[in-house]
Antibody
């Protein structure tokens, strides 16, 4: 079945770095846009970045632009999120999602189970 | 525009109909998707596009749009529908993705 499994979440100090990974299975990974979405404890959902099938079209939310880098390896069916200059407010569960955006529609399905990133001194 | 607005909380009596709304300028151009999130779980899409339900989503869930407002309607709410609901769409540029702040649905 279609599955996304995130890994790499950890406790890191402010100013530190972390790399998240997402392993995809059950679908042709290279054919789909992918996104990262996060959810701070007790808060709502925040989209933070998407990447196109080839990796040439990338976009970020203002809150992470310049600090986070999304990438993918289609040969390994994997999505990544490199996070630098981490701030306390980056503390959240990070979800890997398949990003559907045909014409004037968009939705995320499926979602991974999430990986927790905690930024604290 | 880069904002989608939802009411923070809504309640409905068991078996009754409830409408959860989402407002935003970009909704005049783009359809909204809706997600259900229960405590400790990842969100699940319940409505996408004009009014499409993924397999496994009960037909009591439906979506609609009028002007800058999208709505998720649950006809005959069940106890298991108690959850947080988020709307999602694109911003006016069509590039970035947006989420509403979420609506906590209580089934009385």
């Amino acid at each position: 079945q279609v599955q996304l499994v995130e890994s790499g979440g950890d406790l890191v100090k402010p100013g530190g770095s972390l790399r998240l990974s997402c392993a995809a299975s059950g679908f042709i990974f290279r054919d789909y846009y992918m996104s990262w979405i996060r959810q701070a404890p007790g808060k709502g959902l925040e989209w933070i970045s998407y990447i196109s099938t080839s990796g040439h079209d990338i976009n970020y939310a203002d809150s992470v632009k310049g600090r986070f880098t999304i990438s993918r390896d289609n040969a390994k069916n994997s999505l990544y999120l490199e996070m630098n200059s981490l701030k306390v407010e980056d503390t959240a569960v990070y979800y890997c999602v398949r990003d559907w955006a045909p014409l004037n529609e968009m939705w995320f399905d499926p979602w991974g189970q999430g990986t927790l990133v905690t930024v604290s001194s | 525009s880069s904002e989608l607005t939802q009411d923070p909380a809504v309640s409905v009596a068991l078996g009754q109909t409830v409408k959860i709304t989402c407002q935003g300028d970009s909704l005049r151009s783009y359809y909204t998707s809706w997600y259900q999130q229960k405590p400790g779980q990842a969100p699940v899409v319940v409505i996408y596009g004009k009014n499409n339900r993924p397999s496994g989503i009960p037909d009591r869930f439906s979506g609609s749009r009028s002007g800058n407002t999208a709505s998720l309607t649950i006809t005959g709410a069940q106890a298991e529908d108690e959850a947080d609901y988020y709307c999602n769409s694109r911003d006016s540029s069509g590039k970035r993705r947006l989420f509403g702040g979420g609506t906590k649905l209580t089934v009385l």
